[in-house]
């Protein structure tokens, strides 16, 4: 038995939370299963850390960054190690170098690309606990690099898979996935069971229990992932796996919402039947890195729309403007504008596939309440339907 644990910043917060991990590990050891931890760093650390640097300069460079950011998690796993240690167990502490962790060059960016398990391996046989830094890398050129904020969550997963682990656990300060934001719906309560693909839609669209990247590595392997609240380790949690006990479940699990979305329609009656208006919205989209959460076109053709983030919406009009100039000119296409400040709302659950009329109840419920839909979109896949 195997199980990787992966604790964030606010369950390291102190020593007194320091120690109380020890404990919740050494305690995983002694029930009969090898323990690698997983650690973000303390608290609030990494904001602390780039606030300091923006004081010498509003540019810092990528490369120097990812070197003083990874500071953060070297502390907090060699605390743990020393804390471990100091309780009577045998632990040792690793940093992205040590192991390695290969992953991509962009600073502040990376995504991994490759980990080697044999010091981890090693480590475990002779009885220790591992303790390995979350949120960093090493690059091609054999310097520090970290992940997106968060990351440490996709550390954690990367490894689970990497060791073919039993299990994997996300400790963090919330319950679990819930059925809808709790501060926006006082009733919501959290989800017992997720399938991956479930999971998946919802914190790619606004739930921030994980880190998007961290379900895909360990969805492969098939272990399940484990969320449990640090501080109500009671509570029963979120499980995510492959097949979730299916008959009693609900067809909808969670609705998740993002607030800041923009729609931008590209229209025109010379665009009906025309092949490559989508190819060349996309490309001119990802050429300038804006990433689109929604697409929507009907079949007479004669729009497309897209959602956006409000932060992308000007770039994005002016790149589609000026890639559409010519038709825009000729009249076969409208000038393109977004509409702003817009809220996109998912709802999702694996057993919509089987139930007919969830669309239905949806579109009844928000007519009745005199809310208007201003684009909907739902995949072939029918786990989600998004709606502006
Ligand atoms: N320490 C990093 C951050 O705050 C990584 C993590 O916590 O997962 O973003
Ligand atoms: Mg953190």
Redesign the pocket.
């Known amino acids: 038995m195997l199980t990787v644990m992966k604790f964030?910043?606010?369950s390291v917060a102190d020593l007194a939370h320091i120690r109380n991990v020890a404990q919740r590990c050494i305690e995983k050891q002694q029930a009969g299963s090898q323990v690698v931890v997983v650690l973000?760093?303390m608290g609030?650390t990494?904001d602390g850390l780039i606030a300091t640097a923006k004081q010498i300069t509003e540019k810092p460079s990528r490369r120097e960054m990812d070197m003083l950011l990874a500071t953060g998690e070297q502390v907090s796993v060699s605390l743990m190690a020393i804390t471990m240690i100091q309780m009577g167990v045998s632990a040792v502490s690793l940093n992205a170098w040590q192991i390695p962790m290969h992953t991509t060059s962009d600073y502040q960016n990376a995504r991994f690309k490759r980990i080697d398990t044999e010091r981890i391996r090693k480590e475990l046989d002779d009885n220790k606990i591992v303790i390995v830094t979350g949120?960093q890398g090493i690059n091609r050129y054999d310097d520090m690099t970290t992940l997106g904020?968060?990351g440490?969550d996709y550390t954690a997963a990367i490894i689970a898979a990497a060791l073919d682990a039993d299990a994997l656990e996300i400790w963090t300060d919330v319950d679990g996935f819930m059925t809808a934001d709790p501060r926006v719906i006082s009733t919501a309560y959290t989800i017992n069971e997720l399938s991956y693909v479930e999971a998946t839609e919802l914190c790619n669209f606004g739930a921030k229990v994980v880190y998007p990247p961290t379900i895909y590595p360990v969805c492969h392997k098939n272990i399940p992932i484990i969320i449990k609240n640090t501080f109500n380790p009671e509570g029963a949690g979120t499980v995510i796996k492959q097949e979730v006990s299916s008959p009693q479940s609900k067809a909808i699990k969670g609705i998740s919402s993002i607030n800041d979305t923009s729609l931008i329609t590209v229209q025109g009656l010379g665009m009906v039947g025309v092949i490559g208006v989508n190819y060349r919205i996309f490309k001119a989209l990802a050429k300038n890195g804006i990433s689109v959460f929604l697409v929507s076109q009907a079949s007479s053709e004669n729009s497309t729309s897209i959602g956006v983030r409000n932060a992308d919406a000007d770039l994005a009009c002016e790149v589609l403007n000026e890639e559409f100039a010519k038709e825009i000119e000729m009249g076969e296409i409208s000038p393109i504008q977004a509409e702003k400040d817009l809220a996109t709302v998912a709802i999702v659950g694996e057993n919509m596939k089987h139930t007919p009329g969830i669309a239905g109840k949806l579109f009844g419920t928000l007519g009745r309440n005199g809310i208007s839909v201003i684009a909907c979109a739902q995949g072939a896949s029918e786990t989600n339907i998004s709606f502006v």
């Open positions: 964030g910043g606010s973000s760093a609030k990494t949120f904020r968060g440490s």
